[in-house]
């Protein structure tokens, strides 16, 4: 090795009173020099799937692997899924608990149309993931977690919240969506106790043709109607209605930000139970509390209890106490 200038990643060849130096394969140079050539960087200088399979390029080689939501070598041809696999793509990154709904159909994954996508549907996705569905959120509208690459499976997905994966829904496997309307979910998010958010109900939604924020149309700021939603254990749960009055809902349009003024609380079941399990009964406010902690409230332990849930309608902020009626 010291009597020739040979690059350490080239072979030596020895000659009648010299030497020959060329590169090793995987190194390119004239054998003096040799640098690493990145096989990943052109399909014709790897084995790895060119659909399914990621390359990682390596000192002097490189090494195949299985995009996520597929097992195999990485190699050609060998990257597999199973039909109805699902994984959560956020953009061009899997995510463990929150993104863009991607599901397994012939070996190839692709996106779920957004039509009728609804808070029951994530819960079953999560569920499917092994994820806790209690505060599975929906998300529709915009693809705010990037627009997928594949075909479009299924559109107007309904399910009832209880099934084990998507293939036990109701669905449509021809879609006439764009992937801008790729569904997409977040699994395990978290609340603070006695904080509150409106639900309008996925059937009244579509009804009313509803156009909210593409990222929380299910847990919408602005939302000044609903039925009230309350985190107890760190999850959302519904509030029973049979003592729910313009009081509490002027202490809830407080919470969330709007007028207490001409607060509404209604019992009208328009925005339905969402198959939410009950978290408070009996909330008694005089109305001028900053949230429902401080009103006097009952708890419900287990999930068998069900009742009607409380809903409200809010005003805007600057509506003033002299332009409401009771």
Known sequence: DTLNDCSPNANCTNTNGSYTCSCDTGYSGDGFSCVDVNEC?????????????????TEGYFSCSCQPGYSGTGLTDQCFCMDWDIRLMDHNSSSATEGRVELCINNTYGTVCDDRWGVLDARVVCRQLGIETDNAVPFRKAAPFGMGKGPILLDNVVCVG????????????????????????????????YSVRLNMGMDYMYEMEVETDPFQFYDNKELKQGRVEVCVGGAYRTICDESWDNSAASVVCRQLGFSAYGALGVKSGLYGDGNVPVGLQGVVCSGSEESLLGCSTTPVSGEAFSCQGAEVECQALSTPEANCSD
């Open 162 to 193: 209880t099934e084990a994966s998507l293939m036990d829904c109701v669905s449509e496997r021809i879609s006439d969506c764009t992937h801008m309307e790729d569904a997409g979910v977040r699994c395990n998010a978290t609340c603070e106790d």
């Open 41 to 57: 960087e052109s399909a014709d200088d790897n084995s790895c799937d060119p659909e399914r399979g990621v390359c990682t390029n």
